[in-house]
């Protein structure tokens, strides 16, 4: 792809993500920060793999002047996720939904930052209207902070479900902090979410309530 958008002259996108901070020691999570990433950790593949993607498009800006962007995805949400996807958010409201357990990982005190969906797009669009010198990287999440618990407890009252809080082992290289600092796309692009973590899970909640019903 990036030997496509140098022949064509073509502005490239790379979607990375906030994981090329590994288990931060940093917090909340600047872009001036390397991160703290286990390289053959189990995690690792998709971390590195960013990690490497990011440099390849930073090589292909420094070496042949390629238009490039590259924002950094905080965990992101919203209706029209895969009930199966495997993710915090949809995996509490389905199992809140279904009267299921609620499934924590270590003591459930971990911490991650939710950005609804629409607020993810805006930023995308805002960051491919920039000049061509602005590449980033550039942090694209919500700042709002809170715990396993804490999302599991919202998911709950928002669902009326009665589902227990279970708690399963913290697996190999689990961040225990997870925030972007969004200053750079503040200040540069204008940019910052509008979304709430409770309006976002009530329209979210709203799209697998139907899902389900299916």
Known sequence: MLGLAKRTGARIFQA???????????????????????P???????????????????DYRRQHNLNIKVARIFNTYGPRMHPNDGRVVSNFIVQALKGEPITLYGDGTQTRSFCYVDDLIE???????MPGDFTGPVNLGNPG????IELAERVKDLTGSQSELTYEPLPTDDPKQRQPDIQLANAAMGWEPTVGLIEG?????????QLLAR
């Open 201 to 209: 899970l009530e329209h979210t909640i709203a799209y697998f309530e």
């Open 145 to 148: 902070e809170f715990t396993m």
């Open 40 to 58: 053959v950790g189990p995690r690792s593949c998709y971390d590195e793999g960013k990690r490497c993607a990011e440099t390849l498009f930073f």
């Open 16 to 38: 990375s993500t906030s994981e090329v901070y590994g288990d931060p020691e940093v917090h909340p999570q600047p872009e001036s920060y390397w991160g703290k990433v286990n």
């Open 123 to 129: 930023g995308f669009v805002r960051l491919m209207r």
